[in-house]
């Protein structure tokens, strides 16, 4: 593969084998830089181990990787924010301070982090919860607070494991509108891993179709259908073809 141009992920070729077991295979993917890529896919078809990969917790057993132009599982990992599905909040924190651990991490104070932390939350709808404990929090306020503390890491690169996969149907379509709000003002190369075509149609840029395992991308889509009234959105022809070709492909 040439050398990858400087910002977004570049995937060529990539194969992952546990022992016997072929997880991903051949997959070549570009996410382009401050881009929205969707990866839909069934169960077990790769989908968080190819996060993994970008991320730099997983090495490809063939094929390369490129995040901003680095290679290096270390260099890949200090440019990624892997948001896992579960929110994974620490219960003896409140809202504000799961959401600064970041910050803290970093080497800034309690108190800096909380006050560098409070702008996000005001801008995220999270404004009056700062104080409250996780198990105060509707699992849409978990899941912000766990996006707001993603974006808290400072990285360029957004990697989102089914985010709203727990969440019921209403509040799952009120956060993907959020979702797609939220990185208009907030733009970073982001990948969304999702069982859900709609929302990746709703939320991306553009969608990546995977096979049952071994996972391969067995189609690419554009999409960009976010930012209208949803219910005109997925009713619309376009829509409903995009949908139409990706359900063809996961079949």
């Known amino acids: 593969m040439a050398s990858a141009a400087p910002g977004g992920i570049d995937l060529e070729g990539v194969t992952k084998r546990f022992g016997d077991l072929v997880a991903l295979e051949d997959v070549s993917l570009r996410v382009p830089a401050d881009g929205v890529t969707g990866i839909v896919g069934p169960s077990g078809c790769g ?27 270390g260099a890949r990992l200090e440019r990624c924010a892997l948001m896992p599905q579960s929110d994974l909040l620490l219960p003896w924190r409140d809202a504000l301070g799961n959401a600064s651990v970041a910050l803290e991490n970093a080497g800034g104070g309690r108190r800096r982090a909380r006050a560098e932390a409070a702008p996000l939350f005001a801008r995220l709808g999270l404004d009056g919860f700062e104080r409250r404990r996780t198990w105060e ?92 009234e949803r219910a005109a959105t997925i009713a619309s022809p376009p829509f409903l073809e995009a949908r139409r070709r990706a359900l063809e492909a996961l079949r």
């Open 137 to 228: 929090l509707s699992g849409g306020m978990r899941q912000r607070v766990a996006f707001a503390r993603t974006l808290l890491a400072g990285k360029d690169v957004l990697l989102l494991d089914e985010p709203f996969g727990a969440l019921d149907a209403i509040t799952r379509a009120e956060l993907q509108e959020w979702l797609t709000d939220a990185l208009r003002v907030e733009p970073r190369t982001t990948v969304l891993v999702t069982h859900d075509v709609e929302e990746a149609l709703l939320v991306c840029d553009r969608v990546a179709v995977m096979s049952a395992r071994p996972g391969r991308v067995v189609l690419e889509l554009d999409a960009g259908f976010g930012g209208g």
């Open 47 to 73: 989908k968080s181990t190819l996060l993994e990969i970008v991320a730099g917790l997983e090495q490809p057993t063939a094929g390369t990787v490129s995040v901003e132009g680095a290679s290096t599982p």
